[in-house]
């Protein structure tokens, strides 16, 4: 089987030598680094690595890559993502520039109901082209795992559309991808005033479709003022428990809205924005295994609160950082700049945002036991850095991208 050993990587960061699937509180700095360091993979797997000084000699069919001031970095994990969609919204841009806010937008029309408007006038073969453009985008910047959603359809048939399209997202992308039903974004205008009638569509006919063709690993809704009520969200995520699907809340963005707990309480994986949160959701959550996911570029391209992502460290809670790559309120699925946007806005050190972004990336897609780290026996998924440094210049330079090369399961990916 071919083996590869990667020699002189000025830092290899993210080693894992034991077997932590996730990183907490103060843990989250405890990046392990190796400098001067080798990396060895055989086929699709890490085998071996260590420090320059106390390399073996290396088998005579070894291929041998000279990474001479470059860092190795995990694969970045992404955990939320909206990336199935058939059109920007630029126009929304310029109206938050000129004042409105996201509720405002949403409630003339645009927002999620205006991709709703324009999805359902797009092909299955156009979504899929356009996704895969941005997938690749992803990965150009460090990205091989990643979760999509749909929730652009809000109908039966269109949400299967787009479940169909992330599967088809799931057998071209080289990395690994998990899929999310979001029938419960939003309500359609033509349910409005009968929200309690398209909650019982959503339980009664999208989820049973949705199961019984296999095409979602999660089940989202998006529990927030204006949007969907706690005792709905339960409701929903205890139906989709019942069909082999786990859930994701997205919460607390608008309002303390009772999103952090109806997720706990029906043991969602994440629980995704937090912008609004107090310290009763952040006891909520020490309470349980349910992960807080914050969403900086969202933040950032909204003008909102950033969630208090260095208060819920210093908590001691296993903080994951995601894109949430969507046209409306966050369009980048750039991982560098979310760890920048992390260090800046949310005071967190590098190695914290790195983790958040990695291992517990990883984790918020149940994919840390194989990715999300630099350890012996995982997938050799890795992005190797032009020379630097330090890999602190990852998130310090906050508008490049310093990512020059890609593995995922030891194959180099030629965009």
């Given at each position: 089987?071919?083996?590869?050993?990667?020699?002189?990587?000025?830092?290899?960061?993210?080693?894992?030598?034991?077997?932590?699937?996730?990183?907490?509180?103060?843990?989250?700095?405890?990046?392990?680094?190796?400098?001067?360091?080798?990396?060895?993979?055989?086929?699709?797997?890490?085998?071996?690595?260590?420090?320059?000084?106390?390399?073996?000699?290396?088998?005579?069919?070894?291929?041998?890559?000279?990474?001479?001031?470059?860092?190795?970095?995990?694969?970045?994990?992404?955990?939320?993502?909206?990336?199935?969609?058939?059109?920007?919204?630029?126009?929304?841009?310029?109206?938050?520039?000129?004042?409105?806010?996201?509720?405002?937008?949403?409630?003339?029309?645009?927002?999620?109901?205006?991709?709703?408007?324009?999805?359902?006038?797009?092909?299955?073969?156009?979504?899929?082209?356009?996704?895969?453009?941005?997938?690749?985008?992803?990965?150009?910047?460090?990205?091989?795992?990643?979760?999509?959603?749909?929730?652009?359809?809000?109908?039966?048939?269109?949400?299967?559309?787009?479940?169909?399209?992330?599967?088809?997202?799931?057998?071209?992308?080289?990395?690994?991808?998990?899929?999310?039903?979001?029938?419960?974004?939003?309500?359609?205008?033509?349910?409005?005033?009968?929200?309690?009638?398209?909650?019982?569509?959503?339980?009664?006919?999208?989820?049973?479709?949705?199961?019984?063709?296999?095409?979602?690993?999660?089940?989202?809704?998006?529990?927030?003022?204006?949007?969907?009520?706690?005792?709905?969200?339960?409701?929903?995520?205890?139906?989709?428990?019942?069909?082999?699907?786990?859930?994701?809340?997205?919460?607390?963005?608008?309002?303390?809205?009772?999103?952090?707990?109806?997720?706990?309480?029906?043991?969602?994986?994440?629980?995704?924005?937090?912008?609004?949160?107090?310290?009763?959701?952040?006891?909520?959550?020490?309470?349980?295994?349910?992960?807080?996911?914050?969403?900086?570029?969202?933040?950032?391209?909204?003008?909102?609160?950033?969630?208090?992502?260095?208060?819920?460290?210093?908590?001691?809670?296993?903080?994951?950082?995601?894109?949430?790559?969507?046209?409306?309120?966050?369009?980048?699925?750039?991982?560098?700049?979310?760890?920048?946007?992390?260090?800046i806005q949310q005071r967190l050190l590098?190695?914290?945002?790195?983790?958040?972004?990695?291992l517990n990336g990883a984790a918020a897609?149940?994919?840390?036991?194989?990715?999300?780290?630099?350890?012996?026996?995982?997938?050799?998924?890795?992005?190797?850095?032009?020379?630097?440094?330090?890999?602190?210049?990852?998130?310090?330079?906050?508008?490049?991208?310093?990512?020059?090369?890609?593995?995922?399961?030891?194959?180099?990916?030629?965009?």
């Amino acid at each position: 089987m071919r083996r590869t050993r990667f020699v002189h990587v000025h830092q290899l960061i993210q080693v894992e030598i034991g077997s932590r699937l996730l990183h907490a509180g103060a843990d989250m700095q405890d990046v392990h680094m190796i400098e001067n360091a080798w990396l060895e993979i055989q086929g699709d797997t890490i085998v071996a690595l260590g420090n320059m000084q106390d390399m073996p000699v290396a088998s005579g069919d070894t291929e041998i890559i000279d990474c001479f001031g470059r860092v190795i970095l995990p694969g970045y994990c992404d955990s939320h993502t909206h990336i199935i969609f058939a059109a920007t919204r630029e126009q929304e841009f310029v109206d938050k520039i000129r004042g409105l806010t996201y509720e405002e937008i949403a409630r003339k029309g645009g927002g999620i109901l205006n991709s709703a408007r324009k999805l359902r006038e797009t092909s299955e073969s156009d979504l899929f082209a356009s996704a895969f453009e941005r997938a690749k985008e992803m990965l150009s910047a460090g990205t091989t795992a990643f979760e999509v959603k749909s929730g652009y359809g809000l109908t039966l048939k269109d949400e299967i559309k787009m479940l169909r399209v992330a599967g088809r997202l799931r057998d071209a992308f080289p990395g690994s991808v998990k899929i999310t039903f979001l029938g419960a974004h939003a309500v359609p205008p033509e349910f409005i005033g009968r929200q309690a009638e398209y909650v019982n569509l959503v339980i009664n006919e999208m989820l049973p479709a949705v199961a019984a063709e296999g095409l979602a690993d999660y089940t989202d809704v998006f529990c927030d003022r204006g949007f969907f009520t706690p005792d709905e969200t339960e409701r929903i995520l205890r139906a989709a428990s019942n069909l082999g699907m786990r859930g994701k809340i997205h919460g607390n963005e608008l309002a303390v809205s009772g999103g952090v707990q109806a997720g706990i309480a029906q043991n969602a994986l994440t629980v995704d924005h937090l912008e609004e949160i107090t310290d009763v959701e952040i006891q909520a959550f020490l309470a349980s295994k349910t992960l807080p996911v914050v969403l900086p570029g969202t933040s950032f391209f909204l003008r909102i609160p950033y969630a208090p992502a260095r208060k819920l460290i210093d908590a001691g809670l296993p903080l994951v950082i995601a894109s949430d790559f969507n046209p409306g309120s966050s369009p980048s699925g750039n991982i560098n700049l979310m760890m920048a946007l992390a260090c800046i806005q949310q005071r967190l050190l590098p190695e914290e945002a790195l983790t958040a972004v990695t291992l517990n990336g990883a984790a918020a897609l149940e994919l840390s036991h194989q990715e999300g780290s630099i350890t012996v026996g995982k997938f050799a998924n890795f992005s190797i850095t032009k020379p630097i440094q330090h890999f602190w210049n990852v998130p310090y330079h906050f508008g490049s991208n310093l990512i020059d090369r890609v593995y995922i399961k030891g194959n180099q990916i030629v965009l």
